[in-house]
């Protein structure tokens, strides 16, 4: 779904993106960026998604899915790329 038919949804539901910034704490700019996928903010796409019926990773698949990264180097025992410390 892109930033057209979220904002239509809302409209359609009578909620404003002022609306939404004034309910978050936000300016009405940053929750139109969040809708557009220009930035992200996990709790302005909650609050969109709660208020549409859809999870943010429904809504903006390519930005709020979740992708587990793996274990760091250090975590999985690796030797890191740091040089070793001189010697007093």
Partial sequence: MDG??????LKRLGVSQSDIARDLGVSASVVGN????????????CHV???????PSELWPQRYTFRP????????????AEPPMPAD
């Fill in 4 to 9: 057209i038919d979220i904002a239509y949804r």
């Fill in 34 to 45: 969040v809708i557009h996928g220009r930035i992200s903010s996990f709790e302005v796409a």
């Fill in 49 to 55: 998604g709660k208020l549409i019926g859809l999870s």
């Fill in 69 to 80: 990264r793996g274990r760091s180097p250090r975590r999985r025992g690796e030797a890191t």
